[in-house]
């Protein structure tokens, strides 16, 4: 489910508890891939689940406009301070896994500016909750486990699962302190990270919509998130280079949909027969 979610959203994963809970899911699985339906077109081939990714699209979709988006709407209503500060609180927090995944792709340098950034965050930040260290000129990095099999040369797979689920579920859950509280702390931090997120990509709302086809739209856009992350490249700001990803995504999806059939012109008014020459005059 978490690759088609927005760009640049990392997965969002509860563990499950029970048998029962793995059936029931199960179950609605299948559901939602007989519903699912392919339009028509030629087959992306880095997207071979595409009907079952199409049911969680809609699935999302839907429990996105009558649940998260009208949360992630009120919260932007708060001061906005206090979102600078949750969102500061879980960037922070979460840091360990960018460490763990410096060291394991022999980021050193990054490793100890990444380790001297979460401690300086974290004490005269005041648990995360304000960000000195960029002030005073530390470099912020993102990695995550997909990413560090990327950089081993580990091919990304199908869509949706394989290399970055495979991180999302090992070494990057282990590293994320916050999966050490009990339950129904770490619930409720997953939930106000959720609508966190949500909100800061509701400006992205009106481009998502706009596109013919919007799950191809986040699928292109999400997949040059994770190679942009994979091979590298430097962007001034996260926004810019969300922007820039959604501008990039836009154009794959125009190209690589079957585009509604467009009305012939009509065809131009017939040019009037020139006036018949008049015979010269008699001598």
């Keep these: 489910m978490t690759a088609t979610m927005p760009p640049l959203l990392a997965p969002l994963v509860l563990p499950m508890r029970s ?3 793995i059936s029931l899911l199960s179950l609605c699985l299948l559901l939602l891939c007989a519903c699912a339906t392919l339009p028509p077109g030629k087959r992306d081939p880095r997207d071979p689940w595409e ?18 988006k009208p949360t992630a709407k009120g919260y932007t209503h708060l001061p ?8 500061n609180f879980f960037d922070n927090i979460n840091y360990p896994i960018t460490i763990v995944n410096d060291l394991l792709q022999g980021q050193v340098k990054a490793f100890f500016s990444d380790i001297g950034r979460f401690v300086f965050n974290t004490t005269v930040g005041l648990g995360g909750l304000f960000d000195p260290a960029t002030a005073a000129g530390m470099d912020k990095n993102n990695r995550d486990f997909g990413q560090t099999l990327g950089k081993w040369g580990v091919p990304k797979g199908p869509y949706v699962v394989v290399r970055d689920g495979i991180g999302a579920a090992t070494v990057d859950y282990y590293a994320n302190p916050t999966n050490y509280t009990k339950f129904w702390v770490s619930t409720s931090l997953w939930l106000v990270r959720g609508v966190d997120r949500r909100a800061r990509l509701l400006p992205l709302d ?12 986040i699928r292109n856009a999400y997949l040059q998130n994770r190679d942009f992350m994979v091979t590298g490249g430097q962007s001034s700001t996260e926004e810019e280079q969300e922007q820039k990803l959604m501008e990039e995504a836009g154009q794959d999806e125009t190209e690589g949909t079957v585009q509604p059939p467009q009305k012939p012109p009509p065809p131009p008014p017939p040019e009037s027969a020139p006036p018949p020459e008049s015979a010269p005059p008699k001598p």
């Design 19 to 21: 048998t029962t809970q």
């Design 206 to 217: 009106a481009t998502i919509q706009s596109a013919y086809d919007p799950y191809a739209f």
């Design 80 to 87: 906005r301070p206090v979102q600078t500060g949750v969102h």
């Design 51 to 68: 009907r079952m990714n199409r049911s969680f699209y809609n699935f999302n979709d839907v429990l996105d406009r009558h649940i998260v």
